[in-house]
Protein backbone atom coordinates (compact mmCIF):
# COMPACT_ATOMS: atom_id res chain seq x y z
CA UNK A 1 0.00 0.00 0.00
CA UNK A 2 1.06 3.68 -0.40
CA UNK A 3 1.23 6.46 2.27
CA UNK A 4 -2.30 7.80 1.68
CA UNK A 5 -3.65 3.88 1.88
CA UNK A 6 -1.71 3.59 5.08
CA UNK A 7 -3.07 6.97 6.54
CA UNK A 8 -6.68 5.57 5.20
CA UNK A 9 -6.66 2.25 7.21
CA UNK A 10 -5.47 3.74 10.01
CA UNK A 11 -8.05 6.05 9.76
CA UNK A 12 -10.68 3.40 9.59
CA UNK A 13 -8.88 1.96 12.43
CA UNK A 14 -9.15 4.55 14.87
CA UNK A 15 -12.87 5.42 13.14
CA UNK A 16 -13.77 1.78 14.82
CA UNK A 17 -12.05 2.47 18.06
CA UNK A 18 -14.06 5.54 18.36
CA UNK A 19 -17.25 3.79 17.92
CA UNK A 20 -16.07 1.34 20.30
CA UNK A 21 -15.30 3.77 22.64
CA UNK A 22 -19.12 5.39 22.86
CA UNK A 23 -20.62 1.96 21.80
CA UNK A 24 -18.81 1.30 25.46
CA UNK A 25 -19.85 4.13 27.00
CA UNK A 26 -23.61 3.82 25.91
CA UNK A 27 -23.67 0.24 27.59
CA UNK A 28 -22.11 1.54 30.79
CA UNK A 29 -25.03 4.32 31.39
CA UNK A 30 -27.69 1.87 29.71
CA UNK A 31 -26.95 -0.76 32.40
CA UNK A 32 -26.44 1.93 35.49
CA UNK A 33 -29.68 3.66 34.22
CA UNK A 34 -31.58 0.13 34.47
CA UNK A 35 -30.39 -0.80 37.78
CA UNK A 36 -31.05 2.78 39.34
CA UNK A 37 -34.32 3.64 37.42
CA UNK A 38 -36.23 5.78 39.76
CA UNK A 39 -34.29 5.84 42.59
CA UNK A 40 -32.40 8.56 42.29
CA UNK A 41 -35.06 11.53 43.88
CA UNK A 42 -34.49 11.64 47.67
CA UNK A 43 -38.12 13.60 48.74
CA UNK A 44 -36.31 15.14 52.11
CA UNK A 45 -32.73 16.38 51.41
CA UNK A 46 -31.93 18.94 48.44
CA UNK A 47 -33.30 17.01 45.66
CA UNK A 48 -36.89 18.44 45.69
CA UNK A 49 -35.40 22.16 45.21
CA UNK A 50 -35.07 22.90 41.82
CA UNK A 51 -38.53 21.11 40.70
CA UNK A 52 -40.10 22.88 43.07
CA UNK A 53 -38.63 26.31 42.43
CA UNK A 54 -38.86 25.40 38.37
CA UNK A 55 -43.03 25.19 39.10
CA UNK A 56 -43.32 28.25 41.33
CA UNK A 57 -41.44 30.73 38.73
CA UNK A 58 -43.75 28.98 35.96
CA UNK A 59 -46.96 29.92 38.41
CA UNK A 60 -45.81 33.59 38.77
CA UNK A 61 -42.93 33.06 41.73
CA UNK A 62 -39.93 36.11 41.23
CA UNK A 63 -36.52 34.03 42.08
CA UNK A 64 -35.17 35.91 45.69
CA UNK A 65 -38.35 37.85 46.14
CA UNK A 66 -40.93 35.13 46.44
CA UNK A 67 -38.25 32.43 47.19
CA UNK A 68 -35.08 31.96 48.64
CA UNK A 69 -32.35 30.44 46.41
CA UNK A 70 -28.78 30.45 47.24
CA UNK A 71 -27.08 30.54 43.46
CA UNK A 72 -26.94 32.57 40.44
CA UNK A 73 -31.16 32.61 38.67
CA UNK A 74 -30.17 31.07 35.28
CA UNK A 75 -30.73 27.71 36.19
CA UNK A 76 -34.26 27.79 37.45
CA UNK A 77 -35.47 29.64 34.89
CA UNK A 78 -33.82 27.25 32.82
CA UNK A 79 -35.75 24.85 34.32
CA UNK A 80 -38.95 27.11 34.49
CA UNK A 81 -38.74 27.35 30.72
CA UNK A 82 -38.60 23.60 30.18
CA UNK A 83 -41.56 23.02 33.05
CA UNK A 84 -43.71 25.87 30.41
CA UNK A 85 -43.21 23.39 27.83
CA UNK A 86 -42.98 20.11 28.84
CA UNK A 87 -44.59 19.99 32.13
CA UNK A 88 -43.83 19.01 35.86
CA UNK A 89 -43.12 15.60 36.26
CA UNK A 90 -39.94 13.31 37.94
CA UNK A 91 -40.23 12.03 34.42
CA UNK A 92 -39.20 15.09 32.68
CA UNK A 93 -36.52 15.64 34.70
CA UNK A 94 -35.27 12.44 34.83
CA UNK A 95 -34.68 13.30 30.72
CA UNK A 96 -33.19 16.38 31.81
CA UNK A 97 -30.56 14.76 33.90
CA UNK A 98 -30.00 11.95 30.90
CA UNK A 99 -29.66 14.82 28.23
CA UNK A 100 -27.27 16.76 30.74
CA UNK A 101 -25.00 13.84 31.53
CA UNK A 102 -24.70 12.69 27.67
CA UNK A 103 -23.09 16.40 27.21
CA UNK A 104 -21.01 15.49 29.86
CA UNK A 105 -19.91 12.67 28.62
CA UNK A 106 -19.97 14.44 24.46
CA UNK A 107 -17.67 16.90 25.90
CA UNK A 108 -15.40 14.99 27.84
CA UNK A 109 -14.73 12.15 25.52
CA UNK A 110 -14.05 14.99 22.48
CA UNK A 111 -11.72 17.44 24.70
CA UNK A 112 -10.07 14.34 26.33
CA UNK A 113 -9.47 12.58 22.53
CA UNK A 114 -7.78 16.36 21.38
CA UNK A 115 -5.93 16.62 24.12
CA UNK A 116 -4.84 13.20 25.30
CA UNK A 117 -5.59 10.60 22.44
CA UNK A 118 -7.91 7.71 22.29
CA UNK A 119 -7.50 5.68 24.91
CA UNK A 120 -7.50 8.95 27.15
CA UNK A 121 -11.36 9.74 26.20
CA UNK A 122 -11.93 5.73 26.09
CA UNK A 123 -10.71 5.90 30.17
CA UNK A 124 -12.67 9.21 30.70
CA UNK A 125 -16.00 8.28 29.93
CA UNK A 126 -15.54 5.01 31.35
CA UNK A 127 -15.07 7.09 34.43
CA UNK A 128 -17.88 8.97 33.82
CA UNK A 129 -20.90 7.05 33.28
CA UNK A 130 -19.25 4.44 35.68
CA UNK A 131 -18.91 6.62 38.29
CA UNK A 132 -20.49 10.13 38.10
CA UNK A 133 -23.65 9.39 36.34
CA UNK A 134 -26.14 7.57 38.76
CA UNK A 135 -23.95 7.64 41.99
CA UNK A 136 -24.71 6.78 44.74
CA UNK A 137 -22.27 7.42 47.41
CA UNK A 138 -24.80 9.52 48.81
CA UNK A 139 -28.81 10.20 47.20
CA UNK A 140 -28.40 13.23 45.12
CA UNK A 141 -25.23 12.91 44.31
CA UNK A 142 -26.17 12.21 40.45
CA UNK A 143 -26.26 13.94 37.02
CA UNK A 144 -29.52 12.24 36.79
CA UNK A 145 -31.83 13.98 39.64
CA UNK A 146 -29.08 16.18 41.48
CA UNK A 147 -29.20 17.54 44.57
CA UNK A 148 -28.47 20.93 42.43
CA UNK A 149 -29.14 21.30 39.18
CA UNK A 150 -27.14 24.84 39.10
CA UNK A 151 -24.14 22.40 39.67
CA UNK A 152 -25.05 20.11 36.83
CA UNK A 153 -26.37 22.10 34.41
CA UNK A 154 -23.49 24.76 35.20
CA UNK A 155 -20.59 21.68 34.75
CA UNK A 156 -21.76 21.44 31.15
CA UNK A 157 -21.48 24.77 30.42
CA UNK A 158 -18.08 25.00 31.94
CA UNK A 159 -16.69 21.80 30.21
CA UNK A 160 -17.82 23.79 26.86
CA UNK A 161 -15.89 26.99 27.75
CA UNK A 162 -12.73 24.76 28.92
CA UNK A 163 -12.94 22.39 25.21
CA UNK A 164 -13.52 25.97 23.24
CA UNK A 165 -11.36 28.08 24.96
CA UNK A 166 -8.21 25.83 25.55
CA UNK A 167 -8.31 24.76 21.63
CA UNK A 168 -7.28 26.73 18.58
CA UNK A 169 -8.26 26.88 14.77
CA UNK A 170 -6.62 27.87 11.78
CA UNK A 171 -9.02 29.30 9.87
CA UNK A 172 -10.12 33.05 10.95
CA UNK A 173 -14.15 32.10 11.17
CA UNK A 174 -13.30 29.16 12.63
CA UNK A 175 -10.88 30.71 15.29
CA UNK A 176 -14.20 33.09 15.76
CA UNK A 177 -16.79 30.64 16.45
CA UNK A 178 -14.69 29.08 18.92
CA UNK A 179 -13.87 32.33 21.16
CA UNK A 180 -17.55 33.11 20.89
CA UNK A 181 -18.54 29.50 22.01
CA UNK A 182 -15.82 29.84 24.95
CA UNK A 183 -16.99 33.48 26.12
CA UNK A 184 -21.06 32.53 25.81
CA UNK A 185 -20.52 28.67 27.91
CA UNK A 186 -18.40 30.99 30.30
CA UNK A 187 -21.09 33.83 30.83
CA UNK A 188 -23.97 30.61 31.35
CA UNK A 189 -21.63 28.50 33.78
CA UNK A 190 -20.60 31.44 36.01
CA UNK A 191 -24.27 32.48 36.12
CA UNK A 192 -25.26 28.78 37.75
CA UNK A 193 -23.02 29.10 40.33
CA UNK A 194 -20.47 30.99 42.04
CA UNK A 195 -18.01 28.33 41.92
CA UNK A 196 -18.20 28.11 38.58
CA UNK A 197 -17.57 31.90 37.94
CA UNK A 198 -14.51 31.93 39.94
CA UNK A 199 -13.08 28.38 37.78
CA UNK A 200 -13.91 30.55 34.86
CA UNK A 201 -11.94 33.89 35.58
CA UNK A 202 -9.08 32.16 37.19
CA UNK A 203 -8.80 29.25 33.98
CA UNK A 204 -9.47 32.20 31.92
CA UNK A 205 -6.58 34.43 33.14
CA UNK A 206 -4.25 31.64 32.77
CA UNK A 207 -5.44 31.07 29.23
CA UNK A 208 -4.67 34.37 28.12
CA UNK A 209 -1.64 34.62 30.13
CA UNK A 210 -0.09 31.68 28.16
CA UNK A 211 -1.81 32.77 24.56
CA UNK A 212 -4.18 30.24 23.95
CA UNK A 213 -6.92 32.77 24.95
CA UNK A 214 -7.56 36.30 23.00
CA UNK A 215 -7.56 39.12 25.50
CA UNK A 216 -9.87 40.60 23.47
CA UNK A 217 -12.28 37.71 23.72
CA UNK A 218 -11.48 38.00 28.30
CA UNK A 219 -12.69 41.77 27.69
CA UNK A 220 -15.33 40.15 25.95
CA UNK A 221 -16.57 37.71 28.71
CA UNK A 222 -15.98 40.61 31.49
CA UNK A 223 -18.52 43.30 29.45
CA UNK A 224 -21.12 40.64 29.03
CA UNK A 225 -20.68 39.75 32.60
CA UNK A 226 -21.05 43.30 33.57
CA UNK A 227 -24.12 43.44 31.75
CA UNK A 228 -26.19 40.59 32.25
CA UNK A 229 -25.17 41.71 36.09
CA UNK A 230 -26.52 45.32 35.61
CA UNK A 231 -29.77 44.03 34.27
CA UNK A 232 -29.96 41.30 36.67
CA UNK A 233 -29.52 44.25 39.19
CA UNK A 234 -32.45 45.90 37.82
CA UNK A 235 -34.29 42.31 37.41
CA UNK A 236 -34.63 41.61 40.60
CA UNK A 237 -34.43 44.90 41.82
CA UNK A 238 -31.23 46.02 43.31
CA UNK A 239 -28.25 44.30 45.06
CA UNK A 240 -30.76 42.54 48.18
CA UNK A 241 -30.96 39.09 45.91
CA UNK A 242 -26.86 38.86 45.95
CA UNK A 243 -26.34 39.40 49.32
CA UNK A 244 -29.16 37.99 51.47
CA UNK A 245 -29.60 34.85 49.03
CA UNK A 246 -26.53 34.17 46.92
CA UNK A 247 -23.87 35.27 49.17
CA UNK A 248 -25.59 34.80 52.41
CA UNK A 249 -23.35 35.64 55.21
CA UNK A 250 -24.83 32.52 57.43
CA UNK A 251 -24.22 30.72 54.40
CA UNK A 252 -20.38 31.51 53.73
CA UNK A 253 -19.47 32.94 57.09
CA UNK A 254 -21.26 31.56 59.67
CA UNK A 255 -20.44 29.02 62.12
CA UNK A 256 -22.91 25.94 61.00
CA UNK A 257 -21.98 26.58 57.66
CA UNK A 258 -17.82 26.94 58.25
CA UNK A 259 -18.13 23.15 59.93
CA UNK A 260 -20.25 21.59 57.33
CA UNK A 261 -18.03 22.86 54.32
CA UNK A 262 -14.91 21.43 56.73
CA UNK A 263 -16.34 18.00 55.96
CA UNK A 264 -17.13 18.66 52.43
CA UNK A 265 -13.37 20.08 51.97
CA UNK A 266 -12.17 17.15 53.83
CA UNK A 267 -10.20 19.38 56.19
CA UNK A 268 -12.45 18.32 59.17
CA UNK A 269 -10.90 14.95 59.00
CA UNK A 270 -7.70 16.04 57.38
CA UNK A 271 -5.43 12.47 58.70
CA UNK A 272 -7.87 10.83 57.08
CA UNK A 273 -7.96 12.49 54.18
CA UNK A 274 -4.20 12.76 54.10
CA UNK A 275 -3.63 8.85 54.64
CA UNK A 276 -5.77 8.54 51.37
CA UNK A 277 -3.62 10.66 49.14
CA UNK A 278 -0.61 8.81 50.71
CA UNK A 279 -2.27 5.76 49.62
CA UNK A 280 -3.06 6.68 45.96
CA UNK A 281 0.15 8.63 45.18
CA UNK A 282 2.21 5.70 46.28
CA UNK A 283 -0.27 3.14 43.84
CA UNK A 284 0.24 5.66 41.21
CA UNK A 285 4.14 6.12 41.59
CA UNK A 286 4.36 2.41 41.67
CA UNK A 287 2.71 1.75 38.30
CA UNK A 288 4.88 4.43 36.52
CA UNK A 289 8.03 3.39 38.05
CA UNK A 290 7.02 -0.07 36.73
CA UNK A 291 5.93 0.81 33.25
CA UNK A 292 9.03 2.88 32.68
CA UNK A 293 11.08 -0.49 33.01
CA UNK A 294 10.25 -2.25 29.71
CA UNK A 295 10.55 -5.54 30.90
CA UNK A 296 8.59 -4.90 34.05
CA UNK A 297 5.55 -3.79 32.15
CA UNK A 298 3.53 -7.34 32.95
CA UNK A 299 4.00 -6.65 36.78
CA UNK A 300 2.82 -2.76 36.06
CA UNK A 301 -0.64 -4.49 34.21
CA UNK A 302 -0.36 -6.93 37.61
CA UNK A 303 0.13 -3.71 40.10
CA UNK A 304 -2.47 -1.80 37.78
CA UNK A 305 -5.38 -5.20 38.82
CA UNK A 306 -4.49 -5.05 42.61
CA UNK A 307 -4.70 -1.16 42.39
CA UNK A 308 -7.99 -1.15 40.60
CA UNK A 309 -9.37 -4.04 42.67
CA UNK A 310 -7.80 -3.48 46.18
CA UNK A 311 -7.43 -0.02 47.03
CA UNK A 312 -10.23 2.55 47.77
CA UNK A 313 -11.54 3.98 44.49
CA UNK A 314 -11.58 7.51 46.73
CA UNK A 315 -7.54 6.94 47.49
CA UNK A 316 -6.77 7.35 43.87
CA UNK A 317 -8.46 10.49 43.08
CA UNK A 318 -7.86 11.85 46.23
CA UNK A 319 -4.11 12.05 45.08
CA UNK A 320 -4.72 14.22 42.50
CA UNK A 321 -6.25 16.83 45.12
CA UNK A 322 -2.04 17.07 45.67
CA UNK A 323 -0.54 15.82 41.93
CA UNK A 324 -2.66 18.61 40.62
CA UNK A 325 -0.77 20.96 42.70
CA UNK A 326 2.52 19.30 41.99
CA UNK A 327 1.39 19.53 38.49
CA UNK A 328 0.76 23.33 38.14
CA UNK A 329 4.46 23.91 39.81
CA UNK A 330 6.06 21.70 36.81
CA UNK A 331 4.13 23.52 34.22
CA UNK A 332 5.38 26.69 36.06
CA UNK A 333 8.75 25.91 36.21
CA UNK A 334 9.73 23.82 33.26
CA UNK A 335 6.52 23.89 30.31
CA UNK A 336 4.25 26.87 30.57
CA UNK A 337 3.35 26.62 26.52
CA UNK A 338 2.20 22.83 27.34
CA UNK A 339 -1.51 22.65 27.98
CA UNK A 340 -0.53 20.96 31.37
CA UNK A 341 -0.99 24.23 32.76
CA UNK A 342 -4.40 24.95 32.33
CA UNK A 343 -5.24 22.09 32.27
CA UNK A 344 -3.62 22.00 36.36
CA UNK A 345 -5.27 25.46 36.96
CA UNK A 346 -8.73 24.23 35.32
CA UNK A 347 -8.81 21.32 37.40
CA UNK A 348 -7.54 23.05 41.05
CA UNK A 349 -9.91 25.84 40.40
CA UNK A 350 -13.29 23.43 39.81
CA UNK A 351 -12.11 21.47 42.95
CA UNK A 352 -11.70 24.52 45.14
CA UNK A 353 -14.61 23.59 47.14
CA UNK A 354 -13.16 19.91 47.92
CA UNK A 355 -9.00 20.13 48.36
CA UNK A 356 -8.90 16.72 50.21
CA UNK A 357 -12.11 15.45 48.42
CA UNK A 358 -11.07 15.21 45.36
CA UNK A 359 -12.70 12.54 44.33
CA UNK A 360 -16.72 11.35 42.84
CA UNK A 361 -17.97 11.40 46.25
CA UNK A 362 -20.76 13.56 47.73
CA UNK A 363 -20.02 17.02 46.54
CA UNK A 364 -17.69 15.81 44.44
CA UNK A 365 -19.75 13.63 42.11
CA UNK A 366 -19.84 17.03 40.24
CA UNK A 367 -16.61 18.96 41.18
CA UNK A 368 -13.98 16.03 40.29
CA UNK A 369 -15.52 16.11 36.50
CA UNK A 370 -12.41 18.22 35.52
CA UNK A 371 -9.85 16.78 36.92
CA UNK A 372 -10.58 13.61 35.51
CA UNK A 373 -9.32 16.03 32.06
CA UNK A 374 -5.91 16.56 33.78
CA UNK A 375 -5.95 12.97 34.66
CA UNK A 376 -5.87 11.01 31.68
CA UNK A 377 -3.68 14.03 30.32
CA UNK A 378 -0.94 13.42 32.52
CA UNK A 379 -1.30 9.66 32.07
CA UNK A 380 -1.81 8.52 28.69
CA UNK A 381 -0.47 12.18 26.93
CA UNK A 382 2.36 13.96 29.29
CA UNK A 383 4.34 11.30 30.37
CA UNK A 384 4.94 9.33 27.48
CA UNK A 385 5.51 12.57 25.19
CA UNK A 386 8.24 12.97 27.53
CA UNK A 387 9.36 9.81 27.72
CA UNK A 388 8.63 8.18 30.80
CA UNK A 389 7.21 5.10 29.49
CA UNK A 390 5.92 4.37 25.97
CA UNK A 391 2.82 5.41 24.48
CA UNK A 392 1.16 2.01 24.06
CA UNK A 393 1.93 1.18 27.47
CA UNK A 394 -0.17 3.79 28.66
CA UNK A 395 -2.74 1.38 28.02
CA UNK A 396 -2.32 -0.13 31.37
CA UNK A 397 -4.00 2.64 32.99
CA UNK A 398 -7.57 1.09 31.08
CA UNK A 399 -6.95 -1.84 33.83
CA UNK A 400 -7.44 1.03 36.38
CA UNK A 401 -10.34 2.89 35.23
CA UNK A 402 -12.07 -0.08 34.13
CA UNK A 403 -12.09 -1.80 37.62
CA UNK A 404 -12.81 1.27 39.38
CA UNK A 405 -15.95 1.12 36.41
CA UNK A 406 -16.65 -2.12 37.79
CA UNK A 407 -16.67 -1.70 41.27
CA UNK A 408 -18.55 1.50 41.21
CA UNK A 409 -21.07 -0.30 39.58
CA UNK A 410 -21.69 -2.86 41.62
CA UNK A 411 -21.90 -0.42 44.33
CA UNK A 412 -24.57 1.25 42.96
CA UNK A 413 -26.28 -1.90 42.37
CA UNK A 414 -26.80 -2.78 45.51
CA UNK A 415 -27.40 0.60 47.32
CA UNK A 416 -30.30 1.44 44.43
CA UNK A 417 -31.25 -2.55 45.60
CA UNK A 418 -32.57 -1.10 48.81
CA UNK A 419 -34.72 1.56 47.02
CA UNK A 420 -37.31 -0.88 46.55
CA UNK A 421 -40.72 0.54 48.25
CA UNK A 422 -42.62 2.70 46.00
CA UNK A 423 -43.94 5.85 46.30
CA UNK A 424 -46.81 6.97 43.93
CA UNK A 425 -47.08 10.27 43.49
CA UNK A 426 -49.17 13.04 41.39
CA UNK A 427 -45.50 13.91 40.15
CA UNK A 428 -44.70 9.97 39.43
CA UNK A 429 -43.69 7.41 41.23
CA UNK A 430 -40.11 6.26 42.89
CA UNK A 431 -38.38 4.17 45.07
CA UNK A 432 -37.63 4.65 48.79
CA UNK A 433 -34.65 2.38 50.74
CA UNK A 434 -37.14 3.34 53.63
CA UNK A 435 -39.99 1.13 53.84
CA UNK A 436 -41.54 3.13 56.97
CA UNK A 437 -40.83 6.46 55.32
CA UNK A 438 -42.15 4.93 52.09
CA UNK A 439 -45.42 4.03 53.83
CA UNK A 440 -45.47 7.39 55.63
CA UNK A 441 -45.48 9.06 52.19
CA UNK A 442 -48.17 7.42 50.72
CA UNK A 443 -50.43 8.35 53.16
CA UNK A 444 -49.51 12.16 54.06
CA UNK A 445 -49.07 13.35 50.50
CA UNK A 446 -52.64 13.09 49.42
CA UNK A 447 -53.86 14.11 52.64
CA UNK A 448 -51.73 17.50 52.19
CA UNK A 449 -52.24 18.03 48.46
CA UNK A 450 -53.40 21.06 47.26
CA UNK A 451 -53.02 22.64 50.34
CA UNK A 452 -50.64 25.46 51.57
CA UNK A 453 -47.17 23.62 53.50
CA UNK A 454 -44.28 24.20 55.12
CA UNK A 455 -42.12 21.12 55.91
CA UNK A 456 -38.71 21.95 58.62
CA UNK A 457 -36.54 21.54 59.21
CA UNK A 458 -36.03 19.64 55.46
CA UNK A 459 -38.49 18.67 52.82
CA UNK A 460 -39.19 20.74 50.03
CA UNK A 461 -39.65 17.80 47.45
CA UNK A 462 -42.37 16.82 50.06
CA UNK A 463 -44.62 19.98 48.70
CA UNK A 464 -42.97 19.52 44.84
CA UNK A 465 -44.88 15.66 45.15
CA UNK A 466 -47.58 16.74 46.81
CA UNK A 467 -48.33 19.68 44.52
CA UNK A 468 -48.58 21.96 48.18
CA UNK A 469 -46.35 25.39 48.22
CA UNK A 470 -45.33 27.03 50.50
CA UNK A 471 -46.37 30.50 51.85
CA UNK A 472 -43.02 31.51 53.11
CA UNK A 473 -39.70 32.60 51.49
CA UNK A 474 -37.28 29.70 53.14
CA UNK A 475 -38.12 26.60 52.57
CA UNK A 476 -35.42 25.14 54.24
CA UNK A 477 -34.71 25.05 58.08
CA UNK A 478 -31.18 23.72 58.45
CA UNK A 479 -28.66 25.13 60.99
CA UNK A 480 -26.59 26.82 57.96
CA UNK A 481 -29.73 28.77 56.75
CA UNK A 482 -31.97 29.65 59.78
CA UNK A 483 -30.04 29.19 63.21
CA UNK A 484 -29.03 32.80 63.30
CA UNK A 485 -31.23 34.60 65.43
CA UNK A 486 -31.86 37.16 63.08
CA UNK A 487 -33.38 34.84 60.70
CA UNK A 488 -35.19 33.08 62.68
CA UNK A 489 -36.81 36.27 63.41
CA UNK A 490 -37.74 36.63 60.04
CA UNK A 491 -39.16 33.33 59.74
CA UNK A 492 -41.18 34.06 62.24
CA UNK A 493 -42.49 37.47 61.11
CA UNK A 494 -43.40 35.49 57.62
CA UNK A 495 -45.46 33.11 59.49
CA UNK A 496 -47.48 35.58 60.79
CA UNK A 497 -47.82 37.60 57.75
CA UNK A 498 -48.59 34.89 55.27
CA UNK A 499 -49.17 31.38 58.22
CA UNK A 500 -49.07 27.98 55.65
CA UNK A 501 -52.85 25.89 56.50
CA UNK A 502 -50.39 23.27 57.65
CA UNK A 503 -46.56 22.35 59.12
CA UNK A 504 -45.26 19.09 58.85
CA UNK A 505 -41.84 18.34 61.51
CA UNK A 506 -39.92 15.15 59.55
CA UNK A 507 -37.04 13.61 61.27
CA UNK A 508 -33.70 15.07 59.70
CA UNK A 509 -30.17 14.77 60.95
CA UNK A 510 -28.46 17.99 61.19
CA UNK A 511 -25.41 16.66 62.95
CA UNK A 512 -23.55 17.09 59.97
CA UNK A 513 -23.56 21.45 60.75
CA UNK A 514 -22.86 20.58 64.49
CA UNK A 515 -26.44 20.91 65.63
CA UNK A 516 -28.60 18.01 67.78
CA UNK A 517 -31.85 19.04 66.34
CA UNK A 518 -33.98 21.48 65.25
CA UNK A 519 -36.17 23.07 67.90
CA UNK A 520 -33.12 21.93 70.50
CA UNK A 521 -30.59 23.72 70.34
CA UNK A 522 -31.51 26.14 67.73
CA UNK A 523 -34.76 27.77 65.99
CA UNK A 524 -36.30 27.30 69.66
CA UNK A 525 -37.99 30.60 69.25
CA UNK A 526 -39.40 29.64 65.80
CA UNK A 527 -40.94 26.15 67.10
CA UNK A 528 -42.15 27.95 70.51
CA UNK A 529 -44.28 29.94 68.02
CA UNK A 530 -45.52 26.92 65.79
CA UNK A 531 -46.58 25.24 69.03
CA UNK A 532 -48.79 28.29 70.12
CA UNK A 533 -50.03 28.82 66.92
CA UNK A 534 -50.92 25.19 65.43
CA UNK A 535 -52.27 22.11 66.72
CA UNK A 536 -50.97 18.14 65.77
CA UNK A 537 -53.38 16.99 63.52
CA UNK A 538 -51.63 13.31 63.02
CA UNK A 539 -48.45 11.62 63.47
CA UNK A 540 -46.62 8.62 62.18
CA UNK A 541 -43.59 7.81 63.81
CA UNK A 542 -42.31 4.45 61.95
CA UNK A 543 -38.55 2.70 63.35
CA UNK A 544 -36.39 5.00 60.70
CA UNK A 545 -38.64 7.85 60.40
CA UNK A 546 -41.22 10.18 62.01
CA UNK A 547 -43.68 13.12 60.41
CA UNK A 548 -46.02 15.20 62.13
CA UNK A 549 -48.80 17.06 60.73
CA UNK A 550 -49.51 20.33 62.49
CA UNK A 551 -52.78 22.03 61.46
CA UNK A 552 -53.02 25.76 61.73
CA UNK A 553 -55.75 27.07 64.39
CA UNK A 554 -58.41 28.90 63.59
CA UNK A 555 -57.90 32.53 64.00
Excluded at 105 to 134: D, E, H
Excluded at 337 to 360: E, G, H, K, M, Q
Amino acid sequence: MNGAEVAAAEEQRWNRFDAGAIAIAAVIAAVALMQSWNRWFDPIVDAGRDLYISERIVHGATLYRDIRYQYPPLTPYLLAGIVRVFGSSLRMFTLVGIAQSLAVGALLLVTARRVAGRWAALAIVVMFFSMNFTGATTFGSNFVIPYSYAATIGMVFLLLFFAAAAGREDRPAAEGLRSAVAVAAALIASWCKVEYAIAVVITMAVLVAAKRFRIRDAVGFVMAAVLTMAAALLYFGGTRWLWDDVLSASLTRGAAAQHFFATVAGTASWPARLGDVGVGCVAIAAIVVLLRIRSFRWIALGIAIVVGVGIPINSFFRAWGLLQWIALVWALLRDRRDLLLPLAVFSIASTLRIPLNVAPWWYGFVLVVPAYLLIVYVLFSYLPARGVYARNAAAVWLAVFALFGWRSMVDQRLRYSVKAFPVTTIRGTFYDANDGRAAVLREFLPRVEGATLAVMPEGIGLNYLAGAPTTLTYYTFIPPETADPRVEQAIISELERRPPQHIALVRRSVAEFGYRGFGIDYDRRLTGWIRAHYSMEKTWSEPRFELVLLRRNPT
